[in-house]
């Protein structure tokens, strides 16, 4: 079966004089800014640049609700969701409660199979066995209107932390934090979850500074800069766009984590997946801590991710160790999903000509693990370059279907549901999330009219977008670019991430040997037309019935300069992108 049809596209190159003239490598300003950035001052990440606390709406009510809470003893319980973001934004909320000398502060994470997403009444029902005073909610919340009016009929308060995008009614609880709900005007809109209730603990500190709370208990002001480790880690994990401000963010989390000063559940989870904390960059939190603190939501309870973020040097390692191997359990049942799914896929239009595949994307096999259906619908996704959803069964042999959707730039997958919703009503029973990933409930019975429904509005929303699939080059490199030393400035002179994305380059190369290694990676050592250095490549999941090919001289590639490390030994790799045979 094909993929979509993948080009490669040159970004329009911006001058930068202002970025050379401060010392920046030629190369990188160019990279810098096409990006956007062409002044120094733009580049600077201190953590004095950050946006103030108070232009969030509702930090400074909600410090008060809670020092209010802490200043009379009350117990406070926060209620998370079960993905990264949701794990680093309880465990930081744990956390610097206690330092601010909070006793009674509790977390419950509602377990996907049994609650589902956020706030509902039937979690409202198992906290209120907890007796709180006050509810939090991080990185979920914004949606629950019946959640947070069956809190506050049980007279408990309720402040409501999000970051995912409102809708038309908001809960009625006593303060809503959300940059994302009317009337905010707090600039970045891209922040996460666990950025949300990081700040509100920084309008919480300054509240509690004033009402003189740390001298009159003899407690040293926390520094919240130690929470830091799990804002980077819980906003690269959420594939939130990488503003200005959440540069600064995750920048200043990964020093920490690269000085020695992370938490140990973060150190333990670095290293079983066999990363350094002394180089880390934000891929490595996105695709090597993340998916591992992922599947602990995925296939069992979210408290193991969290205590393991919480873990003393003691504790840390067996946390880690179970996420492990809950990782490599996901993996297994995930690839028999895709097999199942390649399956399904075959009885689309797939196998003649990419172009008649449908707007958007719709699976449904009975069995199927609702916990993996996201990362599913993530790898059809970008197989297809289609909005894709996956379903599975809410509980087995229930009535009621759960979906996970992942969509690409330029179709916003919630403002498409909403549609759908809007245009049939009764057809979705209950749907969230933002841009680029949602999720949704619908009844069994109405999944073919969904499917239809959903296409069809996918083709309307995205009428003028070109479906193929496009990687974005920032040109080719000369000869003498090909180094050790640009590819280490190029690797720490991000953070690189969404919609701030690592440097793709792309050129033609000689190939001077070509082998498979594992199953489908292809290991190659090329050779530039204008040089005869000799540089090491790997392509990544590359086609087995094209690769290796002994008769092929040239390639065209798009790839990115990266810093092998094998046996204490560093050298320069290209780590290939996309690659097309060329005469």
């Given at each position: 079966m094909p993929g979509a049809t993948r080009s490669i596209r040159r970004r329009r190159p911006e001058s930068a004089p202002a970025l050379v003239a401060a010392g920046i490598h030629p190369l990188l300003a160019r990279v810098y800014g096409s990006r956007g950035v062409l002044l120094p001052e733009e580049l600077q990440l201190s953590f004095r640049e950050l946006l103030a606390p108070q232009t969030l709406k509702g930090a400074s009510q909600a410090a008060v609700l809670v020092a209010d809470a802490l200043a009379a003893g009350q117990r406070i319980l926060i209620i998370g969701d079960f993905d990264a973001d949701g794990a680093t934004s309880t465990a930081l909320g744990i956390t610097a409660l206690r330092a601010f000398g909070a006793t009674d502060v509790h977390y419950l994470v509602p377990n996907r199979f049994q609650y589902g997403y956020g706030l509902t009444p039937e979690i409202v029902a198992l906290a209120s066995g907890l007796q709180p005073d006050l509810i939090i909610t991080v990185d979920n919340g914004i949606s629950s209107i019946d959640g947070v009016a069956a809190a506050r009929a049980l007279g408990i308060n309720t402040l409501v932390t999000d970051h995912h995008l409102a809708g038309a009614q908001l809960p009625a609880a006593d303060v809503i934090v959300n940059p994302n709900q009317p009337g905010c005007g707090f600039e970045s809109k891209a922040i996460a979850g666990v950025g949300v209730i990081f700040y509100v603990m920084l309008a919480l500190r300054a509240e509690l500074r004033e009402r003189g709370w740390f001298a009159a208990r003899g407690l040293q002001e926390p520094a919240l800069v130690e929470c830091l480790d799990l804002v980077a880690l819980g906003t690269v994990a959420d594939v939130v766009p990488l503003d200005r401000n959440n540069r600064i963010l995750v920048a200043a989390g990964l020093q920490r984590i690269r000085s020695g000063r992370a938490r140990p559940g973060i150190n333990a989870l670095l290293a079983i997946a066999g990363r350094d904390a002394a180089t880390v960059v934000a891929s490595d939190l996105g695709f090597a801590v993340g998916p591992r603190l992922n599947a602990?939501?995925?296939?069992?309870?979210?408290?193991?991710?969290i205590e393991c973020l919480l873990a003393t040097e003691a504790t840390a390692t067996g946390y880690a160790d179970r996420l492990q191997q809950l990782n490599l359990?996901?993996?297994?049942?995930?690839?028999?999903m895709q097999q199942e799914a390649l399956t399904l896929l075959a009885t689309l239009p797939l196998h003649e000509d990419i172009?008649?595949?449908p707007a958007g994307i719709t699976l449904y096999e009975s069995g199927w693990h609702q916990g993996v259906i996201g990362i599913l619908a993530s790898r059809i996704k970008d197989r297809l370059h289609r909005p894709t959803i996956v379903f599975a069964d809410a509980e087995p042999g229930g009535n009621e279907l759960k979906g996970s959707a992942r969509s690409i730039r330029g179709i916003h997958i919630r403002d498409v549901l909403d549609a759908v919703a809007t245009r049939s009503p009764g057809l979705i029973s209950r749907f969230g999330g933002h841009a680029m990933a949602a999720g949704l409930s619908l009844p069994r019975a109405h999944y073919e009219a969904f499917a239809e429904a959903f296409v069809a509005e996918v083709a309307h929303h995205g009428r003028d977008l070109d479906l193929e699939v496009v990687i974005e080059s920032d040109g080719e490199l000369c000869a003498p670019d090909f180094g050790l030393e640009l590819a280490t400035t190029l690797r720490f002179a991000g953070p690189w991430g969404q919609h701030f994305?690592?440097?793709?380059?792309?050129?033609?190369f000689r190939i001077v040997q070509q082998r498979l290694v594992g199953a489908r990676h292809l290991k190659l050592v090329l050779m530039p037309p204008d040089s005869d250095e000799l540089i090491d490549a790997i392509a990544f999941n590359v086609d087995t019935g094209a690769w290796p090919n002994p008769a092929q001289e040239w390639l065209e590639a798009a790839y990115r300069l990266d810093v092998n490390e094998y046996r204490g030994r560093r050298s320069l790799q290209l780590v290939i992108e996309q690659l097309q045979p060329v005469a």
């Open positions: 602990a939501g995925r296939l069992e309870d979210m408290s193991i991710g359990d996901r993996r297994v049942i995930e690839q028999d172009n008649t595949t994305p690592e440097p793709v380059f792309d050129g033609r």
